[in-house]
């Protein structure tokens, strides 16, 4: 073993050499793609985005640790644009809770960069009292009507993201078109294998139905 120890010494930082090249053409890849990111553009397209997929549970329990809590199923959740500017974004959070309708509005304030245009927005609840924002929206990845977002809660109190490092993600999609491959290796990779899935077939065929019945009205 020692007598090949000026070899392999020499091998080691040949390949840490070749190793670090092909680490900053990542790292400039990498840079390229989150510099396209805008997460404005996304709030601007017309349509719903439709809540995916999420790390959060989808499910909770009220009033909690009581020996009879009623359970709540949250799907069929979608964010619709009310008004942007260069600053700010007004929209919706609408949501079948237990067959019942629950809407939510938020304000999002675009974080500037130094470089590029915004990817990330402070999220403030507008249907309550507190006037501050509690989350951190940030846009990971974005392509073909496929979205995920990176959310950081601004209180310590809230849950953070879980001790393997991996970040607390939402997946959303457009027009119900499934997301490609490519968002869902993103996803798996920057948000883990465990998830819950608040879309369901049936957001699609409610949606359906309001149309035909508006355009029969």
């Known amino acids: 073993m020692r007598l090949c120890g000026s070899f392999s010494v020499f091998f080691i930082i040949l390949v840490l050499c070749q190793a670090g090249k092909k680490g900053e053409k990542l790292k400039k890849f990498k840079a390229r793609g989150r510099n396209n990111l805008n997460i404005t553009k996304v709030f601007e397209e017309k349509g719903r985005l439709w809540l995916y997929k999420q790390t959060q549970c989808n499910i909770f329990y009220f009033p909690e640790k009581t020996d009879s809590p009623v359970e709540f199923v949250q799907k069929c959740i ?120 608040p879309y369901e077939e049936s957001c699609k065929i409610k949606k359906n139905i309001k149309v035909a019945r508006k355009n029969s009205e």
Not at 133 to 142: D, H, K, N, Q, W
Not at 174 to 191: V, Y
Request: glycine letters at 6%; charged letters at 30%.
């Open 78 to 197: 979608f964010l619709k644009t009310i008004n942007i500017s260069n600053t700010d974004v007004y929209f919706r959070e609408m949501m079948d809770v237990n067959g019942d309708k629950v809407e939510i509005l938020y304000r999002g304030d675009f974080i500037p960069e130094e470089e590029g245009a915004p990817k990330s927005m402070n999220v403030t609840d507008l249907s309550v009292n507190d006037t501050s924002p509690f989350e951190v929206m940030e846009l990971g990845y974005s392509n073909q009507g496929c979205y995920v977002f990176f959310l950081t809660r601004l209180h310590e109190d809230d849950e953070e993201d879980d001790s393997s490092g991996r970040r607390n993600c939402e997946m959303y999609i457009r027009n119900h078109k499934p997301p490609g491959p490519k968002c869902e290796n993103f996803f798996k990779t920057n948000c883990g294998e465990q998830f819950y899935e």
